[in-house]
Antibody
């Protein structure tokens, strides 16, 4: 059974930074592209960033236009863990952050999601 | 990046058929995927590719596409289908991912 478990969320100060983690199990983590998707309170889903698996592009990273250099996605295949570093936190970064596994079809289908970790940016 | 547009809300009577649409230029090149999200829960993939259902998704869910519009059809809607539905696809560059704004489905 595929499991994705996020952690690292919480209350953070504006201007600060945070690192989110997502531990994966139940599949060969290294071979699948992974993404972070966020959802602000009462709002829709918003794709944040993605990273390829070793089978295609060898860990290439991709970011939504709004990221503007403030986010960094990475993965440690030896630990089956996906990361998202967020710098210069803003109030509008307040959201539940989900990690999602790509189906592997070469498209943008996310067939498994974690339960999410809530990031609240407030002074 | 490109945008995907969904109607904010749709309602349907129990047992009837409903179509939820998603429009965007990138859909001329890429298939949409569809997700169901219930309050307080993570999204669940219900349709991907041309018209594929992951294991465990009832066959009353189906997908189709024409031009710049993708559609999710639920035939014989059940009360448990009341949820938010989101489409997504690659953007026009093929490297990024975009989501539609979501459609809240109400079952009457």
């Amino acid at each position: 059974e595929v499991q994705l478990l996020e952690s690292g969320g919480g209350l953070a100060q504006p201007g600060g930074s945070l690192r989110l983690s997502c531990v994966a199990s139940g599949f060969t983590f290294s071979t699948y592209a992974m993404s972070w998707v966020r959802q602000a309170p009462g709002k829709g889903l918003e794709w944040v960033s993605g990273i390829s698996g070793i089978s295609d592009s060898g860990g290439s990273t991709y970011y939504a236009d709004f990221v503007k250099g403030r986010f960094a996605i990475s993965r440690d295949n030896s630990k089956n863990t996906l990361y998202l570093q967020i710098f210069s936190l803003r109030a509008e970064d307040t959201a539940v952050y989900y990690c999602a596994k790509d189906l592997g079809s070469g498209g943008s289908s996310f067939d498994n999601w974690g339960q999410g970790t809530l990031v609240t940016v407030s002074s | 990046s490109s945008e995907l547009t969904q109607d904010p809300a749709v309602s349907v009577a129990l047992g009837q058929t409903v179509r939820i649409t998603c429009q965007g230029d990138s859909l001329r090149s890429y298939y949409a995927s569809w997700y169901q999200q219930k309050p307080g829960q993570a999204p669940v993939l219900v349709i991907y590719g041309r018209d594929n259902r992951p294991s465990g998704i009832p066959d009353r869910f189906s997908g189709s596409s024409s031009g710049n519009t993708a559609s999710l059809t639920i035939t014989g809607v059940q009360a448990e289908d009341e949820a938010d539905y989101y489409c997504n696809s690659r953007d026009s560059s093929g490297n990024l991912v975009v989501f539609g704004g979501g459609t809240k489905l109400t079952v009457l």
